[in-house]
C-alpha cells in the first residue's frame, strides 16, 4: 500500500512548500472536470487517485498530523 508521500510524489522529509505544490499538481491533473471526457472506468480511476491526492494532503498539510502520521 503506498504511503501518502508516494500519492504525492514526494520524499517523505520534503518540506511543506513541495508537499502543497505536488498536492496541487495531482489535484489539476486528476480533477473531475479534466476526466469527465474519459471513459467511464478511467474517470471512475482517476476519481478514486483523486480521493487518495485529497486524503494524503488532508493529513500531511498540517504539521501535527504530519508528525503523527510519521511516528
Not at 8 to 21: C, F, K, M, N, Q
Not at 32 to 38: E, F, L, S, W
Request: proline content about 8%; hydrophobic content about 35%.
Amino acid at each position: 500500500m503506498p504511503t501518502h508521500y508516494d500519492v504525492l510524489g514526494v520524499r517523505s522529509d520534503a518540506p511543506p512548500e513541495d508537499v502543497r505544490r505536488a498536492y496541487l499538481n495531482r489535484a489539476r491533473e486528476l480533477h473531475p472536470d479534466r476526466t469527465a471526457t474519459k471513459a467511464p472506468n478511467e474517470a471512475a480511476r482517476a476519481a478514486r487517485r483523486m480521493q487518495e491526492v485529497n486524503e494524503a494532503w488532508r493529513i500531511l498539510r498540517d504539521p501535527n498530523t504530519r508528525a503523527a502520521y510519521d511516528q
